[in-house]
């Protein structure tokens, strides 16, 4: 059974940075595509960002282009989301997950098999 532990949310001021980190047990890490995901009150789950098992050519919902970067360090079997320029709309609890094959899709978090239990990202105005 996979387990994926998230860890580095909390509260920042608009304009801020976090770096989001997701250990991963299980030694096919290398063999997953991982994605972050997050979910506002109210909101269904939405994509965020997703890098596959070779670390090239990552993807990144629209609304987060440019100011957030995903990453994985498979020696150390984690993943990361480094979060720049925060909004206030950027809000959420904040997912990982784990792919353990391609399903057709990075974006749909129906294509993710394992996922963590969130960690709270919080932007003030």
């Known amino acids: 059974q996979v387990l994926l532990v998230e860890s580095g949310g909390g509260l920042v001021q608009a304009g801020g940075s976090l770096r989001l980190s997701c250990a991963a047990s299980?030694?096919?890490?290398?063999?997953?595509?991982m994605g972050w995901f997050r979910q506002a009150p109210g909101k269904e789950r939405e994509f965020v960002a997703a890098?596959?098992?070779?670390?090239?050519?990552?993807y990144y919902a629209d609304s987060v282009k440019g100011r957030f970067t995903i990453s994985r360090d498979n020696t150390r079997t984690t993943a990361y989301l480094q979060m720049n320029s925060l909004k206030p709309e950027d809000t959420a609890v904040y997912y990982c997950?784990?792919?353990?094959?391609?399903?057709?899709?990075?974006?749909?978090?129906?294509?993710?098999?394992?996922w963590g239990q969130g960690t709270q990202v919080t932007v003030s105005s």
């Open positions: 299980g030694r096919a890490f290398g063999n997953w595509a």
């Open positions: 997950a784990s792919q353990s094959y391609y399903k057709g899709s990075y974006y749909s978090p129906n294509t993710y098999d394992d």
């Open positions: 890098i596959r098992r070779s670390g090239g050519n990552p």
